[in-house]
């Protein structure tokens, strides 16, 4: 028979004899076994192309697309982009595709988020941006190819 221990909401299933808690002593709460959420399976709509791009700290020069409308920065190995900077929190900041804008949210990190070099919150962020998590510069790109192009014709 197989053998159940209970912890949090992981289940482990092992050979031999069953040993389980009454149902009611169970706690039910659900844990996020990865970093990515729910949300950050909603792509970010084809004409635009967006990326992060390491500017200062380790693995500087290093381009990251973001293709979900969602997408988490930190030091947890379940982010969407893993950042090894012993100042950066495991969750540190999220980019999010809403109605049309790109949004930087600080995801309550124990140092905080910089934009152009003002501590915020929650700001709209917008092509060729830097913020800075930790001591991690990093430069948010975003192209428009939906927005047109106008060429003066001579």
């Known amino acids: 028979m197989p053998l159940y221990f209970y912890c949090a909401s992981v289940i482990i299933v092992t050979g031999g004899c069953s040993l389980s808690e009454p149902e009611s002593r169970v706690d039910k709460t659900q844990v996020r076994v990865s ?10 709509p084809g004409r635009y192309q967006a990326s ?7 693995a500087e020069g290093m381009e990251y697309p973001l293709n979900n409308a969602y997408t988490v920065m930190g030091r947890d190995e379940g982010v969407d982009i893993p950042l090894r900077d012993a100042l950066v929190s495991r969750q540190h900041v999220a980019i999010e595709f809403v109605h049309g804008e790109f949004i930087l ?3 309550e990190s124990t140092n905080g988020t910089t934009l152009n070099g003002k501590m915020v919150q929650e700001a709209r962020i917008r092509n ?4 800075q998590v930790g001591d991690t510069t990093i430069q948010f790109v975003v192209e ?5 192009k106008v060429f003066e014709i001579r």
């Not at 060729?128 to 913020?131: A, N």
């Not at 428009?144 to 047109?148: F, V, Y």
């Open 35 to 44: 970093g990515t959420s729910a949300r950050s399976t909603q792509s970010i």
């Open 52 to 58: 992060i791009v390491i500017i200062k700290g380790y």
């Open 105 to 107: 949210r600080d995801l």
């Open 128 to 131: 060729r941006d830097r913020f």
């Open 144 to 148: 428009d190819a939906g927005a047109g």
